[in-house]
């Protein structure tokens, strides 16, 4: 894609645990972009081939200087850019698809906390990536307590402090770089959008509702566990960046590949939509 649209500016943000690249792909202006981000969790791999074929119909539309679902790609990109992070947590994603033979220096560790790695969600060493920003951390080790969850484990556990590993420090130091104007972290399943964390920036919601008019998705309120430590709840909390949560699909995780194309063309006019906001 790189190679087809050469003005699509790839930066690795950060590397995982076993040394994959952290990938931001940005079209237009690069100061305060709106912000997607995918893959947190691992079974939720699907939201990866979402972000690629929206940064694919961006890049097209921005070339031909093309509107897009009534969204004129080239002018607003200009002002205000896209930046694309297709893959937050790439040895999660590998290990719940591949097994722990994937991650081969946490292998030991990862066999140690489950034998079957079918439903992981965390990083390569048992932590849970959107358990691990500094948002209310106090509140998810007491919910973590109250789970029964007291070490590294396949999904929920949010580490000893937050910004305890290399994939959320590469989101961190780019969103203190770049200041997005906005942001939405796609996570599956529900097709639910969460928007609210403490005070929340009116933005947020006007974000939320929009996403939610131009999809069939609807705009809920967060169950304690999903409360805190998110990569959402730091921008809205420490940034004040309008910020929401989406949890894309409809069924169990992981999603069927075969749900790819169907419920891409139930989001892409929100996502497009979403630039403007
Ligand atoms: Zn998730």
């Known amino acids: 894609m790189c190679e087809k649209f050469s003005f699509i500016r790839r930066d690795v943000i950060g590397r995982s645990l076993c040394g994959r690249e952290i990938t931001a792909l940005t079209i237009g202006n690069r100061r305060s972009p709106v912000l997607y981000a995918a893959a947190f969790h691992g079974m939720e791999w699907l939201n990866t081939l979402f972000m ?34 297709p893959c937050v947590n790439p040895d999660g994603v590998e290990i719940s698809l591949h097994g722990s033979g994937s991650c081969p220096r946490y292998k030991e560790q990862i066999d140690a906390i489950t034998g079957d790695t079918s439903s992981w969600q965390a990083n390569a060493r048992g932590i849970d990536l959107n358990h691990n920003f500094n948002a209310r951390f106090g509140g998810v080790k007491a ?7 007291n070490s590294p484990s396949p999904s929920r556990y949010g580490g000893k402090k937050p910004f305890s590993e290399p994939e959320t420090i590469a989101l961190r130091n780019f969103c203190i770089g770049y200041r997005p104007s906005s942001a939405i972290a796609f996570h599956s399943q529900g097709r639910e959008i969460y928007c609210t964390f403490g005070d929340t920036p009116e933005r947020a919601f006007v974000l939320a509702n929009t996403f939610a008019v131009c999809s069939d998705y609807r705009v809920a309120l967060p169950e304690l566990a999903a409360t805190g430590g998110g990569f959402k709840d730091w921008l809205i909390g420490y940034l004040r960046t309008p910020a929401i949560t989406v949890e894309t699909g409809l069924g169990k995780n992981p999603l069927p590949l075969g749900d790819y194309i169907p419920e891409y063309r139930r989001i892409r006019r929100a996502l497009f939509r ?4």
């Open 143 to 149: 919910h973590e307590r109250e789970l029964g969850i």
């Open 52 to 85: 690629l074929s929206f940064a694919e119909e961006c890049a097209e539309a921005f070339r031909d200087k093309a509107s897009a679902d009534g969204v004129n790609i080239f002018d607003l990109l200009q002002r205000r850019g896209v930046t694309i992070i």
């Open 274 to 277: 979403c630039l403007s906001v």
